[in-house]
């Protein structure tokens, strides 16, 4: 049966998307662009790919347009980046950690407590480092435009509370479909669960799974707080989301097209960091008043817990990316 709903899901989102080509032009010369992503249509997110729409719009003086497809409607993360790759679709919102199966290079954000902060975090992005990781996916047809911020992710549970790693154990978290994500929960003593992000909240209420780690507004937007009780703030990923399309449309269009592009994606990256720090704070003012018990946590446990992580970094190509990243923090403090 599940194998039936997934095939009746692909076949009816390929339908869709082969009544338009992934980068349309019309008589009109008005370039389509189109983009689908898994978020609610009130995600900070989504409202930034609407105003990068916008940018793009007046930028091009309506010849070019992003046609935006939100909640799932041609499928999940990967199977968006899969349609991607064949061309058949152009752009997509994806968290990096999805996209480790198609570039390796992003297993860097999945790296607990990789940042000091949001300032270290955007500088590495804005780095050759943030660029080289963007670029890594041109020989399997995925070119990254840019980053958007998606916060530190933190654990929520829907009957225990945790306050440190020894509480997670045995308890049934739902991670993303990466191998990070599961090794870090193991490590921190939960049991690593994949379960697709349209499936969560019943799979929260049903008691498939206990607990799951996502940033503030995904955990509000979502209605997790509904069946979850408590958020424990000890953020231990920053992962950010990418926004991709696919090297068949991005060759495909011309030069003053892509350059338009490009700033239009500059411009959405500063709108949605505006966005999404205003989100944060409402969406934790909001779960509070639901009822949920946000819990402050002793970091240092959690971070005693992945040193192993580090340790299996040693002679790897990661290993020097890391090494780097932590030389301009400490560079960072010198000024």
Known sequence: MRCLTF?????????????????DTSESEKTSIRLAHNLDNQHPVHKSLVYMN??????????????????????????IIELIQIGTLGMTKVSASSLE????EMKLFGIPYLFSNK??????????IGRGVLNAGLNVRIKGLGYFDAGSRSFYTTN?????????KGLKIRVMNSQSAVDMVNLMGGSATPVSWGELYTSL???????????PPSFYYSKHYEVSKYYLLDEHTSIPDVIIIGTHVWENLKEQE???????????????????EDSVRMSLEEVAKAGVEIIKPDKSQ???????????????????LVKNISLMEKTNEDL
């Open 7 to 23: 095939l009746s899901r692909a076949l009816a989102s390929l339908a869709i998307v082969l009544l338009f080509s992934a980068c």
């Open 54 to 79: 916008d940018v793009l719009n007046d930028l091009s003086k309506g010849k070019m347009q992003i046609v935006i497809y939100p909640s799932g409607q041609l499928g999940s993360e990967r199977e």
């Open 101 to 104: 199966a198609f570039i390796p």
């Open 119 to 128: 300032t270290h975090y955007w500088d590495v992005l804005n780095s050759d």
């Open 160 to 168: 225990k509370k945790v306050t440190q790693p020894s509480d997670l």
């Open 205 to 215: 209420q049903q008691g498939i799974v206990e607990g799951a780690e996502n940033n």
């Open 258 to 276: 892509q350059v338009w592009l490009t700033q239009a994606m500059q411009e959405a990256t500063a709108f949605q960091r505006r966005l999404w």
């Open 302 to 320: 959690f971070k005693e817990n992945i040193k192993l992580v580090y340790e299996q970094l040693k002679g790897t190509p990661l290993d020097a």
